[in-house]
């Protein structure tokens, strides 16, 4: 039973640049949430897919955009790089349900650094 | 050893004692929490959740205590093992927050001496 995998592992860009991140959540799982993770601090919700749509949204500019496909796999895209969007990129999945709390389970993140 | 949460970030015990790692939640009406353990080069690694209706919930060596009056929420880690050094990150899910929105705390690391 595969977990939760995200692609690239590791990344480096440049300020200006854009930048497409990728997850694949836990077989069964039909929701996905994407986090950042500064160094020393706690996730910090950035948006969440269900059903192809963005659900909720965190407070992150609009910059910072997804996508989820037919198959609940889903990208993360950052446009115009700034020096502080060096982070971890965290992936979280978990199954939507009615007045049912799940647990989220996460992937190991992609690190970001912006030169 | 314990922890106070956010103000005492690190933690260290030794192999064999008991741990007990602390959390101040942000929100009265929030209904669900989890607890995760982060190791270095790792994403959050899921330990136990708890639901408000509760005020204990009890795994594998860990037990968490729920304590609404205060909006406290505490882990507990029996007989800790080197391989429980990492930090421990408290979620809440705040209430109106559709899907699994969770917030999470700064985190405590945990070092366990041999």
């Known amino acids: 039973d595969a977990g939760v995998t995200q692609s690239p592992t590791h990344l480096i860009k440049t300020r200006g640049q854009q930048v497409t991140l990728r997850c694949s959540p836990k077989s069964g799982h039909d929701t996905v949430s994407w986090y950042q993770q500064a160094l020393g601090q706690g996730p910090q919700f950035i948006f969440q897919y269900y059903e192809e749509e963005e659900r909720q949204r965190g407070n992150f500019p609009d910059r910072f955009s997804g996508h989820q496909f037919p198959n609940y796999s889903s990208e993360l895209n950052v446009n115009a790089l700034l020096l502080g969007d060096s982070a971890l990129y965290l992936c979280?999945?978990?199954?939507?349900?009615?007045?049912?709390?799940?647990?989220?389970?996460f992937g190991d993140g992609t690190r970001l650094s912006i030169l | 050893g314990e922890s106070v949460g956010l103000h005492l970030p690190t933690l260290s015990v030794q192999e064999g004692d008991n741990s007990i790692i602390n959390c101040a939640y942000s929100n009265s009406a929030s209904d669900y929490f989890i607890w995760y353990k982060q190791e270095s080069g790792k994403g959050p690694q899921f330990i136990i959740d708890?639901?408000?209706?509760?005020d204990k919930r009890q795994g594998q060596r860990v037990t968490v205590l729920l304590n609404k009056t205060v909006k406290h929420l505490s882990l507990q880690i029996a007989a800790t093992q080197p391989g429980d050094s990492a930090v421990y990150f408290c979620?809440?899910?705040?209430?109106?927050?559709?899907?699994?929105?969770?917030?999470f705390g700064t985190g405590t690391s945990l070092t366990v001496i041999p």
């Open positions: 979620a809440e899910k705040k209430p109106k927050a559709t899907g699994n929105q969770f917030y």
């Open positions: 979280a999945s978990s199954l939507r349900g009615q007045g049912i709390r799940q647990p989220q389970h």
């Open positions: 708890i639901r408000s209706n509760m």
